[in-house]
């Protein structure tokens, strides 16, 4: 799950300060692209391309970049849904 490995990188991060972590997009597009995430106080702050990449050079789609705040909406599907009555 997408969403789990970036928020799984900000947990690896000391709530006390901010870092950027290299990762790589979980998408299953061919580019491949390389991220740099931001983290602050154990939170994804900002998904940026990274320029180690020279495929992508730093770029990065919109889904991806908007990372984190698909990660934190209070929106987001947390729990498995299950249908009641019918269909």
Do not use: E, H, W
């Not at 947990?11 to 597009?29: E, F, K």
């Amino acid at each position: 799950r997408p969403a789990a490995l970036l928020a799984r990188c900000a947990r690896l991060v000391s709530s006390d300060m901010t870092t950027p972590l290299d990762s790589v997009c979980p998408l299953a597009c061919p580019d491949t692209c390389s991220l740099s995430v931001t983290v602050a106080d154990g939170r994804i702050t900002a998904v940026d391309g990274s320029r180690r990449n020279p495929l992508t050079d730093g770029f990065i789609c919109a889904k991806v970049r908007r990372y984190p705040q698909r990660v934190y909406s209070p929106l987001r599907v947390a729990t498995p849904l299950r249908r009641i009555g019918a269909k």
